[in-house]
Structures are given as C-alpha cells and as structure tokens.
C-alpha cells in the first residue's frame, strides 16, 4: 500500500482538548502521547500544531468536539498530511519511513472525551482525489 489515510471524529470533548491524531513506529510506547517523542508525529488539537521527537510548529486550526481529523500518509513521498472537516492541510513531515501505526492520543486527565476511528472506506475528506487506499479493520469504526 503507497498511501494510507485514517480520520477520528471528536464527538464529546470540554472547552480546551487535548487530542492528537497521527503515526508514530512500533517502538513509541502507548503512553507517550503522538509526537512527544522520536519516530512518532502528531496534529494536536490544544494548540493547533505539528509535533514531533518533542518540537513543535504551528500547523493549523485548533480542533475539538464536533469536529473530523484525518491523517494521511504517502510512502512514495515520504510524507504527512493531516486534515480538518474534510480540508487538506499541507503536507508537513517528510523523509518519513518505516513500519508506522495510526495513533491517537488523548490526555488521560481529561474526562469525558469520546472518539470515533474511521480506517474506511468512507470518509469525510475526499480520498478519491489522492488515490489513498485505508486500512482494513473488523469494524469500520473502532470507539475509543
């Protein structure tokens, strides 16, 4: 597969989220939330910016309940996109390689956050456009 692409709906959060949405190695331990650490690159929601190995840059809109953060990934590229109510954002890493999972965060003080996983087929942004294929799951949605 030369592209992958995954979208979380937020469809319960408070005032200010903390919920990250992206794709980190086998190696990035559970806990640690996408992006903090090496190998591991997340969209958060709380400030709007791109994480990775512990920097940061602003990115895009911030993001929280009601809306749809999708990620997209392209092998041949190398590169990370990331969504917002079916609007591409640019695309921000690059030189990005390996075994990578789709990760979500969510910070654990803060109750009361519900997520939806969608790997597809259908999404709210326009795969169709980019070619993307989607992950096969079980279920097309996995509720965290």
Not at 110 to 130: K, M, R, S
Request: proline residues 5%; aromatic residues 14%.
């Amino acid at each position: 597969m030369s592209r992958f692409y995954f979208e979380i709906n937020i469809l319960q959060s408070p005032d200010s989220p903390v919920v990250g949405i992206g794709l980190s190695k086998e190696h990035v331990h559970p806990d640690d939330f996408v992006g903090w650490k090496e190998d591991s690159w997340g969209y958060h929601g709380d400030d709007g910016n791109f994480h990775t190995a512990g920097h940061h840059e602003p990115y895009g809109p911030y993001y929280g309940a009601g809306d749809v953060v999708g990620c997209g990934y392209d092998r041949q590229s190398q590169s990370i996109f990331f969504t917002v109510n079916g609007e591409k954002q640019r695309d921000v890493a690059t030189a990005v390689c390996g075994q990578l999972y789709p990760t979500v965060s969510i910070q654990r003080l803060v109750a009361d956050t519900h997520v939806v996983i969608n790997f597809g087929p259908y999404f709210q942004f326009d795969t169709a456009e980019l070619d993307l294929s989607s992950a096969s799951v079980s279920q097309d949605d996995a509720e965290l």
